[in-house]
C-alpha cells in the first residue's frame, strides 16, 4: 500500500474499518486482561513522519519514550513543561482550515506500542480488544496485522482479534493516533483539543456460550405499582436470577410482572441486583424499574412531572484532561448530590461509562448526548454543514449507534441528545429515526431541532426571564416551519444550557427557579456548565495557577471562556455552586413571624420529607438564644404543610431584646440519617425571618465636636485631616488610613466583559470610570464636624458626581467618628455603574474581618440567595474567591457591623446605618483588573477596603442575559452612614 491509500481512513467520511458491533457495556465473570498502564510512545509531527513498520513485532522501540494509558498527550508533563505538544482551546471555530474532511499536514500523530501475554487460561472463545475512547482517530495493528481503523472519540471501539491474538507467546499491539482526521469536524466542542488513548484498554475475553449483547427493560408502572422485567439478550442462551423479585433461573425474555416493586429515581435510586447466566459467563446486572414519558405536555418520571436541577458536564481533570480517576468521577456526583443538583446533560459526548454507574447508583437524572458538534460550520452560515450531508450520513448514525448500545441499560438515563450545536440537517433527522426504533422508551433531545419535528422535548439555550415565562404560558413565537408549530406548543420545555457560571456568578439564578416552579410546562434547566476547564500550571517561581485558552501559545483560540464552571477546576464549588443549591433547595421553608407559622412546600419528585429532620434557631445580634427540633409530620412529593410555632420558639421570639439588636429565626431541613453522599446534618434547604429589623438609624450624637486645625491638619475626635483635601489621615493616633474616597470602579467580572449585545466594561471604560479624578471643592470645618466636598469625574466629561463628606465626632463617646456620605449625580451617566461607596487604604497588618451581616459567602444584588444573616469571621484572603481570571469578588452584603484587626492588635471597626457592602482585599480593583492569572495577584502594602451602597448585578451575560433591570446599578443619589472607631 502507498502512503496515501494506507492512510485513507484519516480524511475518509467513514466512522472505521474493522470494527465489531457495537454492544451494551457490561461486565462478566470472562476473564479481562486490562491493557492500561505504561506504554512506549513516540509523537510524530504528520503523516509523513510516521514510523514505517512499528507496527512488526520486530520492531525496536527501546528508544521511545513511555507515557500512561489512559492520558491525553497533550497533559503529559504538567503542570510543569508539557513533553508532547501543548493543548489547544477554540470554541466554536475549528483551529484548522474548513476543508472537509481533509485536515493540515501538521498533524500530530501519536504512535503507541507495547508487548502483553495472555493470562493462563484463557477460555476458547472470541476476544475483543476494547477501547473505551481514543481522541479523534486511530488505526490498530495486532502481531503487525491492520485490525482496522476508528473514528468516534468518546465512544467505545471493539475489534475482534480471536484471530491474530497469539495464546501462547508475547503480543504487540501497535496504535496509531491522529490528532485531527475527518471525524474532528464532527467533534468541535467548546472544550480543550486533546488527543491520545484517553479511556482504558482492554482485552475481553467473549468465551463460546456468551452473551453478544443484553437489553434490560424494566418498567415501571405507578398505577398498579408493578413493575415489569424483560431482558433481551442476543448469543448464547441465558437464564436470569433476580434473588429479590423471587426471579430464579428464568426465562430473560420473561416478560416477568413483579407487584411492588421500587421504582429507580433520582432521589430513591433503587437498583435490584440481577444475574444473567449462560454456558459461557455470569453477567451481574444492577435493574432500575421506571418509566419516562411525555403526557399531555409534561415529563412524566414513573407518573408525576420531573423537574431537572441540572448541570452540564464536561469531563474534566486539571492535571489529566479528560482522562479521569474513578474518584474524580466519584467527587462530581458526591458533589452534585450535597448540592442538590438532581440532574445532569452529559454535554457533549457520552462520558466515561463508570460515571453512568455512579449516576444509577446514587440517584441523578442524565441527558446522555451523542459526541457530536459541527458549530464550526456556524461561524461560515452553516455552509457545507456534515449535518445535511448524506456523505456523513453512516458516520451520524455509527456515533448515535454505540451511544445507545453501550449506554442503554442504564436507569438513570432518560433522554438521548443527539449532540450539540449542529445545525440542521437530514442526518440529525435520522440519528433521532433510529433511536426511536431501537429505544422507545426514552425520549429523545437535540436543542437544535428548534421546530421540534423530531423531538420529544422543546429545548433552548440561555433564554432570559423573559422569554422562559413566555414559553412557560405557551406563548412563543411561531416556528420556523409553522407546519410544526401546533405540534411544538404541546411539548414539554428545557433549558439545556442557562445560568453561564463563567468567573463571578450567575446571577439571577432564584428568578429562574421561580418560573420553572411556577409553569409547569418548564421542566428545570441545565447550568452551564459543571466545572471549569482549568489547567493546573506553575510560574517559572513555582506557583500553581490555572492556564487557558492562549497560555500555550494558540494562534488561535478562545482565551478563558473554557472556564466557565460551577466548580473551580480542582471541583472546589465556587460560589455559583453554593447560590445553586440553595435557589433549587427540593423543599421550601416559610417563617412567618407575624402569624407565628412555618410551612413547609416540597418540590422533590418521589420521596416524602421523613428523611428530613427540621430545626430552629434564634440568633440576637448573631448569637444563639436557643434552638430545638421542629417536628414536621412527612410531607409527600409536591406537597405542603403549615406548622404553628413551637412554644419555645414563640418564647424565644417575645423575650425582650438589648436595643439596637436584631433577632433572627431560621428553619432549616437537614438530612435525619446518614445518606450514601452525605452524612446525617448535612443541610438542604433553610429559610430566616427577622424577629427585629436592623436598627434604621444611627442615634443623634450626644455633644459634637468641632474641628480644630493645626500643622495643615485638622482633628476631630479620634481623626486627623489633611486641611487642605479633606482627607481622612489617620484614626485613633496609630491608625494610617488612605481616604475614603469616593469609589466607582470594579474589576471587570467575565460577564461585564463578554456581555452579549456589547460589553458593560467597555461601556465603563469609555464612560471613564477606570480613570475618575477627584477634586476637592470645598473642606468646611464648623462647630458640628468637618464637610468636604468632593466632585468625582473622569477626564473629557461633563457628568460627575457630586459627594459631601459629613464628618463628625462626639466628646461623650471619644473613640467614634462618624461619616455621613450622600453623592449625587450631576448631569447624565451613559451607562450604569459598578458600584457607588468609598474605599480606604488600612495597614497591612490587618488580617481578620468579623462582621455581622449577610454571609459567610460573597454575594451581590441577583446572588444573594444562598447567604444568611449571622456573625462570621474570616481572614483577608479567605474572603477572596479565586476566579480563573481575576476579576470582581468576595462582596459581602448588607453588612451592619465589621472589625477588621491585626496581629499588632490595631484595627477599625465599622458600623452601617443600616448597612453596607463591604470588600476588604490585599490589592486594589485596578490590580485585580490588570491581572491576567490568580497568581499576578501580589499582595501590596496596604489592605483596601470597599465601602458600598450598592453595586452592579452579575448577570450571565457572558453568555445569556445581561443583569436583570431590577439589579442595574444606574447612577442615583446615594446616602451612607458610617461609624469608624479604631479597635
Ligand atoms: C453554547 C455551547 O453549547 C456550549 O458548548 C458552550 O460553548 C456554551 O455555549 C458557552 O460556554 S453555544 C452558545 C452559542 C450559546
Same mark, same amino acid.
Given at each position: 500500500?502507498?502512503?496515501?491509500?494506507?492512510?485513507?481512513?484519516?480524511?475518509?467520511?467513514?466512522?472505521?474499518?474493522?470494527?465489531?458491533?457495537?454492544?451494551?457495556?457490561?461486565?462478566?465473570?470472562?476473564?479481562?486482561?486490562?491493557?492500561?498502564?505504561?506504554?512506549?510512545?513516540?509523537?510524530?509531527?504528520?503523516?509523513?513522519?510516521?514510523?514505517?513498520?512499528?507496527?512488526?513485532?520486530?520492531?525496536?522501540?527501546?528508544?521511545?519514550?513511555?507515557?500512561?494509558?489512559?492520558?491525553?498527550?497533550?497533559?503529559?508533563?504538567?503542570?510543569?513543561?508539557?513533553?508532547?505538544?501543548?493543548?489547544?482551546?477554540?470554541?466554536?471555530?475549528?483551529?484548522?482550515?474548513?476543508?472537509?474532511?481533509?485536515?493540515?499536514?501538521?498533524?500530530?500523530?501519536?504512535?503507541?506500542?507495547?508487548?502483553?501475554?495472555?493470562?493462563?487460561?484463557?477460555?476458547?472463545?472470541?476476544?475483543?480488544?476494547?477501547?473505551?475512547?481514543?481522541?479523534?482517530?486511530?488505526?490498530?495493528?495486532?502481531?503487525?496485522?491492520?485490525?482496522?481503523?476508528?473514528?468516534?472519540?468518546?465512544?467505545?471501539?471493539?475489534?475482534?482479534?480471536?484471530?491474530?491474538?497469539?495464546?501462547?507467546?508475547?503480543?504487540?499491539?501497535?496504535?496509531?493516533?491522529?490528532?485531527? #482526521?475527518?471525524?474532528?469536524?464532527?467533534?468541535?466542542?467548546?472544550?480543550?483539543?486533546?488527543?491520545?488513548?484517553?479511556?482504558?484498554?482492554?482485552?475481553?475475553?467473549?468465551?463460546?456460550?456468551?452473551?453478544?449483547? $443484553?437489553?434490560?427493560?424494566?418498567?415501571?408502572?405507578?398505577?398498579?405499582?408493578?413493575?415489569?422485567?424483560?431482558?433481551? #439478550?442476543?448469543?448464547?442462551?441465558?437464564?436470569?436470577?433476580?434473588?429479590?423479585?423471587?426471579?430464579?433461573?428464568?426465562?430473560?425474555?420473561?416478560?416477568?410482572?413483579?407487584?411492588?416493586?421500587?421504582?429507580?429515581?433520582?432521589?430513591?435510586?433503587?437498583?435490584?441486583?440481577?444475574?444473567?447466566?449462560?454456558?459461557?459467563?455470569?453477567?451481574?446486572?444492577?435493574?432500575?424499574?421506571?418509566?419516562?414519558?411525555?403526557?399531555?405536555?409534561?415529563?412524566?418520571?414513573?407518573?408525576?412531572?420531573?423537574?431537572?436541577?441540572?448541570?452540564?458536564?464536561?469531563?474534566?481533570?486539571?492535571?489529566?484532561?479528560?482522562?479521569?480517576?474513578?474518584?474524580?468521577?466519584?467527587?462530581?456526583?458526591?458533589?452534585?448530590?450535597?448540592?442538590?443538583?438532581?440532574?445532569?446533560?452529559?454535554?457533549?459526548?457520552?462520558?466515561?461509562?463508570?460515571?453512568?454507574?455512579?449516576?444509577?447508583?446514587?440517584?441523578?437524572?442524565?441527558?446522555?448526548?451523542?459526541?457530536?458538534?459541527?458549530?464550526?460550520?456556524?461561524?461560515?452560515?452553516?455552509?457545507?454543514?456534515?449535518?445535511?450531508?448524506?456523505?456523513?450520513?453512516?458516520?451520524?448514525?455509527?456515533?448515535?449507534?454505540?451511544?445507545?448500545?453501550?449506554?442503554?441499560?442504564?436507569? #438513570?438515563?432518560?433522554?438521548?441528545?443527539?449532540?450539540?450545536?449542529?445545525?440542521?440537517?437530514?442526518?440529525?433527522?435520522?440519528?433521532?429515526?433510529?433511536?426511536?426504533?431501537?429505544?422507545?422508551?426514552?425520549?429523545?433531545?437535540?436543542?437544535?431541532?428548534?421546530?421540534?419535528?423530531?423531538?420529544? $422535548?422543546?429545548?433552548?439555550?440561555?433564554?432570559?426571564?423573559?422569554?422562559?415565562?413566555?414559553?412557560?404560558?405557551?406563548?412563543?413565537? $411561531?416556528?420556523?416551519?409553522?407546519?410544526?408549530?401546533?405540534?411544538?406548543?404541546?411539548?414539554?420545555?428545557?433549558?439545556?444550557?442557562?445560568?453561564?457560571?463563567?468567573?463571578?456568578?450567575?446571577?439571577?439564578?432564584?428568578?429562574?427557579?421561580?418560573?420553572?416552579?411556577?409553569?409547569?410546562?418548564?421542566?428545570?434547566?441545565?447550568?452551564?456548565?459543571?466545572?471549569?476547564?482549568?489547567?493546573?500550571?506553575?510560574?517559572?517561581?513555582?506557583?500553581?495557577?490555572?492556564?487557558?485558552?492562549?497560555?500555550?501559545?494558540?494562534?488561535?483560540?478562545?482565551?478563558?471562556?473554557?472556564?466557565?464552571?460551577?466548580?473551580?477546576?480542582?471541583?472546589?464549588?465556587?460560589?455559583?455552586?453554593?447560590?445553586?443549591?440553595?435557589?433549587?433547595?427540593?423543599?421550601?421553608?416559610?417563617?412567618?413571624?407575624?402569624?407565628?407559622?412555618?410551612?413547609?412546600?416540597?418540590?422533590?419528585?418521589?420521596?416524602?420529607?421523613?428523611?428530613?429532620?427540621?430545626?430552629?434557631?434564634?440568633?440576637?445580634?448573631?448569637?444563639?438564644?436557643?434552638?430545638?427540633?421542629?417536628?414536621?409530620?412527612?410531607?409527600?412529593?409536591?406537597?405542603?404543610?403549615?406548622?404553628?410555632?413551637?412554644?419555645?420558639?414563640?418564647?424565644?421570639?417575645?423575650?425582650?431584646?438589648?436595643?439596637?439588636?436584631?433577632?433572627?429565626?431560621?428553619?432549616?431541613?437537614?438530612?435525619?440519617?446518614?445518606?450514601?453522599?452525605?452524612?446525617?446534618?448535612?443541610?438542604?434547604?433553610?429559610?430566616?425571618?427577622?424577629?427585629?429589623?436592623?436598627?434604621?438609624?444611627?442615634?443623634?450624637?450626644? #455633644?459634637?465636636?468641632?474641628?480644630?486645625?493645626?500643622?495643615?491638619?485638622?482633628?476631630?475626635?479620634?481623626?486627623?485631616?489633611?486641611?487642605?483635601?479633606?482627607?481622612?489621615?489617620?484614626?485613633?493616633?496609630?491608625?494610617?488610613?488612605?481616604?475614603?474616597?469616593?469609589?466607582?470602579?470594579?474589576?471587570?467580572?467575565?460577564?461585564?466583559?463578554?456581555?452579549?449585545?456589547?460589553?458593560?466594561?467597555?461601556?465603563?471604560?469609555?464612560?471613564?470610570?477606570?480613570?475618575?479624578?477627584?477634586?476637592?471643592?470645598?473642606?468646611?470645618?464648623?462647630?458640628?464636624?468637618?464637610?468636604?466636598?468632593?466632585?468625582?469625574?473622569?477626564?473629557?466629561?461633563?457628568?460627575?458626581?457630586?459627594?459631601?463628606?459629613?464628618?463628625?465626632?462626639?466628646?461623650?463617646?471619644?473613640?467614634?467618628?462618624?461619616?455621613?456620605?450622600?453623592?449625587?449625580?450631576?448631569?447624565?451617566?451613559?451607562?450604569?455603574?459598578?458600584?457607588?461607596?468609598?474605599?480606604?487604604?488600612?495597614?497591612?497588618?490587618?488580617?481578620?474581618?468579623?462582621?455581622?451581616?449577610?454571609?459567610?459567602?460573597?454575594?451581590?444584588?441577583?446572588?444573594?440567595?444562598?447567604?444568611?444573616?449571622?456573625?462570621?469571621?474570616?481572614?483577608?484572603?479567605?474572603?477572596?474567591?479565586?476566579?480563573?481570571?481575576?476579576?470582581?469578588?468576595?462582596?459581602?452584603?448588607?453588612?451592619?457591623?465589621?472589625?477588621?484587626?491585626?496581629?499588632?492588635?490595631?484595627?477599625?471597626?465599622?458600623?452601617?446605618?443600616?448597612?453596607?457592602?463591604?470588600?476588604?482585599?490585599?490589592?486594589?480593583?485596578?490590580?485585580?483588573?490588570?491581572?491576567?492569572?490568580?497568581?499576578?495577584?501580589?499582595?501590596?502594602?496596604?489592605?483596601?477596603?470597599?465601602?458600598?451602597?450598592?453595586?452592579?448585578?452579575?448577570?450571565?451575560?457572558?453568555?445569556?442575559?445581561?443583569?436583570?433591570?431590577?439589579?442595574?446599578?444606574?447612577?442615583?443619589?446615594?446616602?451612607?452612614?458610617?461609624?469608624?472607631?479604631?479597635?
Amino acid at each position: 500500500m502507498s502512503e496515501s491509500t494506507a492512510h485513507h481512513y484519516l480524511e475518509s467520511h467513514s466512522p472505521g474499518h474493522g470494527l465489531a458491533q457495537p454492544r451494551a457495556a457490561f461486565t462478566s465473570d470472562a476473564p479481562v486482561l486490562d491493557l492500561t498502564g505504561t506504554w512506549r510512545f513516540r509523537l510524530a509531527a504528520g503523516l509523513a513522519q510516521v514510523t514505517e513498520g512499528f507496527e512488526a513485532d520486530a520492531f525496536d522501540d527501546s528508544g521511545w519514550d513511555t507515557i500512561a494509558v489512559p492520558s491525553c498527550w497533550q497533559m503529559d508533563g504538567l503542570p510543569g513543561e508539557p513533553r508532547f505538544g501543548t493543548p489547544t482551546y477554540t470554541n466554536q471555530i475549528y483551529p484548522f482550515p474548513i476543508d472537509p474532511p481533509h485536515v493540515p499536514d501538521t498533524n500530530p500523530t501519536g504512535e503507541y506500542r507495547r508487548e502483553f501475554t495472555l493470562p493462563a487460561p484463557w477460555p476458547a472463545g472470541r476476544t475483543l480488544l476494547r477501547f473505551e475512547g481514543v481522541d479523534s482517530c486511530f488505526a490498530v495493528w495486532l502481531n503487525g496485522t491492520l485490525l482496522g481503523d476508528g473514528k468516534g472519540s468518546r465512544l467505545p471501539t471493539e475489534f475482534d482479534v480471536t484471530d491474530t491474538l497469539r495464546a501462547d507467546g508475547p503480543n504487540t499491539l501497535a496504535v496509531r493516533v491522529h490528532q485531527w #482526521s475527518a471525524a474532528s469536524y464532527l467533534e468541535d466542542q467548546d472544550m480543550w483539543w486533546l488527543s491520545g488513548i484517553f479511556r482504558p484498554v482492554a482485552l475481553l475475553s467473549r468465551p463460546d456460550g456468551a452473551l453478544t449483547d $443484553v437489553f434490560v427493560h424494566a418498567d415501571y408502572d405507578h398505577l398498579t405499582g408493578h413493575g415489569t422485567l424483560w431482558v433481551h #439478550s442476543t448469543g448464547a442462551p441465558a437464564r436470569l436470577t433476580v434473588p429479590e423479585l423471587g426471579i430464579t433461573d428464568a426465562d430473560p425474555a420473561g416478560p416477568h410482572t413483579v407487584a411492588g416493586v421500587t421504582p429507580w429515581s433520582a432521589e430513591q435510586p433503587r437498583l435490584y441486583e440481577a444475574e444473567l447466566v449462560t454456558d459461557g459467563e455470569r453477567i451481574p446486572l444492577r435493574i432500575g424499574f421506571r418509566r419516562i414519558g411525555v403526557q399531555d405536555g409534561l415529563i412524566l418520571a414513573n407518573g408525576r412531572p420531573v423537574l431537572f436541577r441540572g448541570v452540564n458536564r464536561h469531563e474534566w481533570n486539571p492535571d489529566t484532561g479528560r482522562t479521569l480517576s474513578h474518584e474524580d468521577m466519584l467527587a462530581d456526583v458526591l458533589l452534585m448530590k450535597r448540592h442538590n443538583i438532581n440532574a445532569v446533560r452529559t454535554s457533549h459526548y457520552p462520558p466515561d461509562s463508570a460515571f453512568l454507574e455512579l449516576c444509577d447508583e446514587y440517584g441523578l437524572w442524565v441527558i446522555d448526548e451523542c459526541d457530536l458538534e459541527t458549530h464550526g460550520f456556524g461561524l461560515i452560515g452553516w455552509a457545507g454543514n456534515p449535518s445535511d450531508d448524506p456523505r456523513w450520513r453512516e458516520s451520524f448514525l455509527d456515533r448515535m449507534r454505540r451511544m445507545v448500545e453501550r449506554d442503554k441499560n442504564h436507569p #438513570s438515563v432518560v433522554m438521548w441528545s443527539l449532540g450539540n450545536e449542529a445545525g440542521h440537517g437530514s442526518n440529525l433527522r435520522a440519528m433521532a429515526e433510529w433511536t426511536r426504533e431501537r429505544d422507545p422508551e426514552r425520549l429523545i433531545h437535540y436543542e437544535g431541532d428548534d421546530n421540534c419535528d423530531y423531538v420529544d $422535548v422543546y429545548s433552548q439555550m440561555y433564554t432570559d426571564h423573559n422569554g422562559l415565562g413566555v414559553i412557560g404560558r405557551g406563548h412563543e413565537s $411561531v416556528t420556523r416551519d409553522p407546519a410544526q408549530d401546533a405540534r411544538r406548543r404541546t411539548m414539554p420545555f428545557i433549558l439545556c444550557e442557562y445560568a453561564h457560571a463563567m468567573g463571578n456568578g450567575p446571577g439571577g439564578l432564584s428568578e429562574y427557579q421561580d418560573l420553572f416552579e411556577s409553569y409547569p410546562r418548564l421542566h428545570g434547566g441545565f447550568v452551564w456548565e459543571w466545572i471549569d476547564h482549568g489547567i493546573r500550571r506553575l510560574t517559572p517561581d513555582g506557583r500553581e495557577h490555572f492556564a487557558y485558552g492562549g497560555d500555550f501559545g494558540e494562534p488561535v483560540h478562545d482565551d478563558n471562556f473554557v472556564c466557565d464552571g460551577l466548580v473551580f477546576a480542582d471541583r472546589t464549588p465556587s460560589p455559583g455552586l453554593t447560590e445553586y443549591k440553595k435557589a433549587v433547595e427540593p423543599v421550601r421553608i416559610t417563617v412567618d413571624p407575624a402569624g407565628g407559622t412555618i410551612r413547609v412546600r416540597s418540590h422533590l419528585h418521589t420521596i416524602d420529607t421523613a428523611h428530613l429532620r427540621f430545626r430552629w434557631t434564634v440568633e440576637d445580634q448573631g448569637r444563639l438564644q436557643g434552638d430545638g427540633e421542629l417536628a414536621v409530620p412527612p410531607v409527600a412529593a409536591g406537597a405542603a404543610t403549615e406548622l404553628t410555632w413551637p412554644e419555645a420558639l414563640t418564647k424565644l421570639c417575645d423575650a425582650p431584646l438589648e436595643e439596637g439588636e436584631e433577632r433572627w429565626v431560621t428553619v432549616s431541613a437537614e438530612l435525619a440519617e446518614d445518606e450514601p453522599w452525605a452524612p446525617a446534618g448535612h443541610e438542604i434547604a433553610w429559610s430566616q425571618a427577622a424577629i427585629a429589623g436592623p436598627a434604621p438609624e444611627a442615634p443623634p450624637l450626644g #455633644s459634637p465636636l468641632t474641628p480644630l486645625l493645626a500643622d495643615g491638619t485638622y482633628a476631630l475626635g479620634p481623626a486627623v485631616f489633611d486641611a487642605v483635601t479633606g482627607t481622612l489621615l489617620r484614626l485613633g493616633g496609630d491608625l494610617d488610613v488612605d481616604g475614603p474616597r469616593l469609589d466607582l470602579w470594579r474589576a471587570p467580572t467575565d460577564n461585564d466583559l463578554r456581555t452579549w449585545g456589547g460589553p458593560l466594561a467597555e461601556a465603563w471604560r469609555n464612560a471613564g470610570l477606570d480613570r475618575l479624578e477627584h477634586r476637592a471643592v470645598r473642606v468646611r470645618p464648623h462647630d458640628g464636624g468637618l464637610d468636604v466636598t468632593v466632585r468625582t469625574a473622569p477626564a473629557g466629561a461633563d457628568y460627575a458626581m457630586r459627594t459631601v463628606f459629613r464628618w463628625a465626632a462626639d466628646a461623650e463617646d471619644p473613640g467614634l467618628l462618624r461619616l455621613s456620605l450622600t453623592t449625587e449625580p450631576v448631569g447624565t451617566w451613559p451607562c450604569p455603574l459598578p458600584r457607588i461607596g468609598i474605599r480606604l487604604a488600612l495597614p497591612q497588618d490587618i488580617e481578620t474581618v468579623d462582621w455581622f451581616g449577610l454571609g459567610p459567602g460573597e454575594a451581590y444584588s441577583d446572588t444573594t440567595a444562598a447567604v444568611r444573616v449571622g456573625r462570621f469571621t474570616a481572614g483577608v484572603d479567605d474572603l477572596q474567591t479565586p476566579y480563573v481570571l481575576p476579576q470582581e469578588n468576595g462582596n459581602r452584603r448588607q453588612v451592619r457591623h465589621a472589625r477588621l484587626t491585626g496581629g499588632q492588635g490595631s484595627g477599625l471597626a465599622v458600623t452601617a446605618s443600616p448597612h453596607l457592602d463591604l470588600t476588604v482585599r490585599r490589592w486594589t480593583s485596578e490590580d485585580l483588573d490588570q491581572a491576567r492569572h490568580t497568581t499576578d495577584l501580589r499582595p501590596r502594602d496596604r489592605v483596601y477596603v470597599n465601602l458600598d451602597a450598592g453595586q452592579q448585578g452579575i448577570g450571565s451575560g457572558a453568555c445569556g442575559p445581561a443583569t436583570q433591570p431590577q439589579h442595574e446599578l444606574i447612577a442615583r443619589p446615594v446616602t451612607l452612614t458610617i461609624g469608624f472607631r479604631p479597635c
